[in-house]
Every structure is written in structure tokens, then in C-alpha cells.
């Protein structure tokens, strides 16, 4: 036989045996991708516009510094039992952080301690825990909203007359706080009277039944502030359905897209509104910065703003209205 015809099968099976060798070696010196950071974010609430815009703001975030999210939610805010579920299934899933817009103060300090006890950080957003083991608040300073909801009132009803005030659920931080607020400056002017403070907890229907019951009870009334997003809606729909929107001054809390319609028709004269989209980026900011050995500020206040139907056209007013709209 031909010699070349015995070296060609030899070439062949060594050009076989190199490029076997060649392809092992590739898969070995592969590096796999690193897997995105997670984030469990766990809201007050499934509802309203004001939990929608915090998760916008939370979705933004989490595109832009690269990492996951799953959003958990009782269907009430009032739900604390219902929260506290959630988290335990938040911390079961192991995240690499927790951001949490606790329904209670005291009742949620002890689910986060078991997060920090795990080694997952806790960004608290919108309203506080009653504990150290939180590594940040990122929100509006609920006292001073609760100030300047007295002064908006002052300045449209006057300095005598009586006041009645819609409250959320007695014993909630965010409420005590923008009660005291409240009180301390309507303290301020002897001749302002508060007549009468109920507890609409998260039923606008609830909340527009004890505003009938009020203006009955008491129809010299001047002004009310509800202190809450729901209690707002249902002042605002009592007072209209009974006519009085010329009568009775309303101070609301937050910007929903029916406050700010009744704004318009003069139903609301003014509403104290917060930054929920920074309050929802903010909160998944601090997570990641955490994460990555950064420090986080302890508290960040995203500050408050009246708003009237005089402002509420003001270009930098509009982003705070209407973030979602570029």
C-alpha cells in the first residue's frame, strides 16, 4: 500500500484528537454569569394610586441599578397580621434585601429583627418600625405634613371657628404623628375649636357616612382635614353630595387623580401630598447601595408640599402630581 495513503488516516485522527482537546479547554475557562441581586419589596397595600406610584418609582430603580423585584401586599393597610405573613414569607424566600412600608410600628419590629438576625438588610419606607435593626427610613416627615395641613387650614377657613378632623386608625404612627402635627398649630389660634375627630380606618364609604353624621351633628362646621388618602375621597364626596363645598373648607392628604379633580372643582382647597415615587426609588437605592458596602443615610425625608388649585400648575409641581409622565 502507498505510504501516503497509511499517513493520511494518522493526520486525520491528530486533527480530530487537537480539536477535541481545544473545545474541553473553551468549557473549562467559561465564566458563568453573575446572578442579578433580589430584592423582596413589601408594601401597606395593594390599592390606591399612592402604593402604584411607590412601586413605579421601585420598578425604576431596579431597572436602572440591575437587580430583581417581587412585590407583596395586603389588600388593607390596616391588615398588620396579613403584613406580617408576607414578610415571613419575604424572608423564607431569601432575598438579598427587604424594602418595607410597615403597617405598624411596634407590631413589625420583631419580623424585622428576624431579617436582620438572617443577615437580610431592611429599608423601611413611608413609615417607621420600632426598632434599631432597620438599616434606613426613606419618607416624608409625618409631624411637620400634619403642621402644614394646619396652616393650609388656617389660611382658608381663618384664625376662629370649628374644626373637625377625619382621622385613618387610632394608634397608627403615620396618623399619631400628622394628629399631633395638626393639633400643635391649630393650638396656636385660641379661637379654633376641634369639635370632633373620628377614625374612617381604610373605608371611604366609612369615612363619607361619618361626615354626614358631623355636618349634622354639627353644621356651623367650618373645616375638615383628613389626614389620610381614603378618608380624603370620602370628606370630599359627603361634603359634595350635600351641597357644601362653598361652606366648609377641606384639607386632604395625597395626590390621587380624583383629589385632584375635586381640587379643580373647588370641593378640595387644598391636599398635602408626599413623593411617593422618590419614596419607592429611594427605598430600592438604599437597598442596593447596602448591598454593595456602601453607607446609607439612617433617614432620608422626601418631603411634603400643600397644594392648591393656585399651584397645582406650577411645572415642578406637575412632576410631583404626574411622575409617571415624562
Known sequence: MDKTMKVKPLLFAVLVAVISMSSCTKQTETI????????????RSQNGDYW????????????????TLDFRAPGDEADVKGQIALMEQSISSGPDA????????KELSGIVDDAYMRGIPVITIDSEVETRKAKSFIGANNYEAGQ???????????????????????????TE???QGLLEELSKYPDVKVIEKVYSLTDYELAAQLTHNMMEKHPQLDGIVALNEISSIGVAHAIQSMDLQDKVKIITFDSTSEELELLQEGVIQATIIQNPFSIGYLGVKNAVEALNGKKVPSRVDTGIKAIDLNNM??????KLLFPFIK
Open 177 to 179: 404623628l400628622r394628629e
Open 32 to 43: 458563568p454569569t453573575e446572578q442579578k441581586k433580589h430584592l423582596e419589596v413589601v408594601l
Open 98 to 105: 427587604i424594602v418595607l412600608a410597615p403597617n405598624g410600628y
Open 52 to 67: 402604584k406610584t411607590v412601586k413605579m418609582g421601585a420598578e425604576v430603580a431596579a431597572k436602572e441599578f440591575d437587580v
Open 148 to 174: 402644614l395641613a394646619g396652616k393650609q387650614l388656617i389660611k382658608l377657613a381663618g384664625t376662629s371657628g370649628d374644626i373637625a378632623i377625619v382621622s385613618f386608625m387610632q394608634g397608627e404612627r403615620n
Open 313 to 318: 400648575f406650577w411645572s415642578d409641581n406637575q
